[in-house]
């Protein structure tokens, strides 16, 4: 069930968010500590929040029975599998799996940063170390590493 979801417009919205026809149904966050980095995930999977912001789903809103559980031991493996190409071959082969699922370049995103400021611009791609980059209507780019990022 969860495969199917992929085919229904299921993209990768930088840095962090899983969304599905556009609406919000998980969101990664990483911090480091010390050596560690330690990943929080969140998943809707029997419910989802009404944000006032941007619109929401959850698996069970998109047809998949799985309990937490199974979507726990599925993810688990996943990670695992992917901190092993990780380990094993860098950054490369996640930095373009992660492009194959993102949004198409050209989308409208504006990216508010850290200092307060904001951003519009188009998607471009990512680059090698995984930042954004974002076009900007003067045609050049800018490498965003940290901030939010909204499609409009």
């Known amino acids: 069930m969860i495969a199917r979801l992929v085919s229904r417009g299921t993209m990768l919205k930088w840095p962090n968010d899983l969304l599905i026809g556009g609406a919000k149904i998980s969101g990664i966050l990483l911090e480091r500590v010390g050596d560690a980095v330690v990943i929080g995930i969140g998943v809707n ?10 619109a929401a789903t959850s698996l069970a809103e998109q047809g998949a029975a799985i309990t937490p559980a199974e979507l726990l031991e599925r993810l688990a493996a996943m990670v695992e599998a992917w901190l092993s190409i990780w380990r094993g071959q860098g950054l490369a082969p996640i930095v373009a799996r992660w492009i194959e699922r993102a949004h198409p370049a050209g989308t409208p995103l504006r990216a508010r940063l850290a200092d307060g400021t904001s951003l519009d611009g188009t998607f471009e791609t990512l680059a090698p170390d995984g930042a954004l980059v974002l076009r900007l209507a003067d045609g050049t780019t800018r490498a965003i590493h940290a901030g939010d990022v909204f499609l409009v």
């Open 45 to 54: 999977v029997a419910h989802c929040p009404d944000l006032p912001d941007r």
